[in-house]
């Protein structure tokens, strides 16, 4: 594998991370989150973006940053969703922010279906004692959006700037 491949995956190995945390913990960690952010500047810097591009990126990732934590305050999201959702958008940036966000949307009410339904019924014994599923399963519990957060950053990636540069 080159180092062109590596470089190429720091961003579907973060997503994929980000999922499993949720799915397994319901948490996303501060530490992922930053090394999100970091990973894209430093891609960003390697990359050879201007500083026109970088503000963009930037500004469109503070925006969405509110945004979602307006959705926080009301209940709608984890916080670990809302840093996630303004991190990622960093790698998207603003030509793919509308097309990730309607995935992430897309996604997450899918998943969110999908969990209403499963929780109607019990679950049987023997899957109680998995502890994440067990947690996955309670009707308290809310959606490990980073599921969707990540599937839909993975499904936009391909035309980011950064992928795109390597990939040239």
Do not use: C
């Amino acid at each position: 594998m080159t180092l062109l491949s590596l470089t190429l995956l720091i961003f579907p190995l973060l997503m994929l991370v980000a999922a499993f945390s949720d799915l397994f913990t319901m948490r996303i960690t501060n530490t992922l989150v930053v090394t999100v952010v970091a990973g894209f500047f430093i891609m960003a810097l390697v990359a050879g973006f201007s500083a026109e591009a970088l503000l963009s990126h930037v500004a469109w990732a503070a925006g969405v940053l509110v945004m979602a934590f307006a959705f926080f305050a009301f209940g709608w999201i984890g916080g670990g969703d809302a840093k996630l959702v303004a991190a990622t958008t960093l790698w998207v940036g603003p030509a793919l922010l509308l097309p990730y966000l309607i995935y992430a949307a897309l996604l997450g009410g899918a998943l969110t279906m999908a969990l209403l339904a499963i929780r109607r019924w019990p679950l049987p014994a023997r899957l109680q004692r998995i502890s994440w599923l067990d947690r996955l399963h309670d009707k308290q519990q809310g959606v490990p959006y980073g599921i969707a957060l990540a599937a839909a950053g993975l499904l936009v990636y391909p035309g980011t700037a950064i992928f795109l540069h390597f990939l040239a």
